[in-house]
């Protein structure tokens, strides 16, 4: 958690969560709400051009609870299907609006305006395949004859024990070429969302049986088409990768900033 100690302007329990940073002439909906318990109601605190949308929050109670970081996301997530948002790490506090203002807003005013500028009817999609056990391991022994014959060997000896050697080095053989499949596979992805998005990133795997994980930043008016390409592959790949997307959301991927340390 970052808290600045440089400005007051609230108790010595009390202080204000940063979720992200966007154009000064917008309003927060009514029923926005952020971190905390009860959860708190959203404000903005403009300077200039832009703005950042905080919320007050008691310090001497933790936070980091899961049901923070969906919080915090939902919020971001909400506002950028209607507004352009800079997302700020979880967990930026600071200590009252004269710091929000003099030590994040007007240091990186013209930046943070650009950037605005830029992300106008964009948002972030990620872009999920994960492979289906049985298929991707049949293609895998189709293809391999020594993880295939390997196999084979394992299934005549029949005995776990005996056989123990032999299947870590089937597991090494398969994962081998999951990984190449991946990275085939991924680029196949990629190059199927390029026409639809204006910047893309390819995301570390987070399953063992991930295909691709590719995060995509796309102009809103082009959504259609990229759900589109996503469902062309999808059935080209029906079977063997289940594909989801995740999205519209703040561009996480793409321009998340933290607010300055103490």
Sequence with gaps: MTVSNHASGASDNRAYYIYGIVPADVEPAPDASGVGDPPAKIEL??????????SEIDVSKPLGRPEDLMAHQRLLDAAV????VLPLRFG???TGPEAVTGELLAPAHDEFAAALSELEGRAEYVVRGRY???AILREVLSEDRDAASLREQIRAVGDEDATREQRIQLGEL??????????????ALGDALAPHCVASKVREPTHEEDAAN???????GKQAGLEQAIGDLARDWEGRVELRVL????????VVTAAPEA
């Excluded at 605190?45 to 905080?54: E, Q």
């Excluded at 999205?247 to 793409?254: K, L, S, T």
């Design 45 to 54: 605190i403009r300077h200039d051009k832009i703005a950042a949308l905080v």
């Design 81 to 84: 299907a209607e507004i352009p």
């Design 92 to 94: 930026a506090v600071m």
């Design 132 to 134: 289906e056990q049985d």
């Design 174 to 187: 398969i994962n081998e070429a999951v990984s190449v499949k991946r990275e085939a596979d991924t680029r």
């Design 214 to 220: 590719i995060a995509v930043l796309a102009e809103s």
């Design 247 to 254: 999205g519209p959301m703040a561009p996480y991927d793409f």
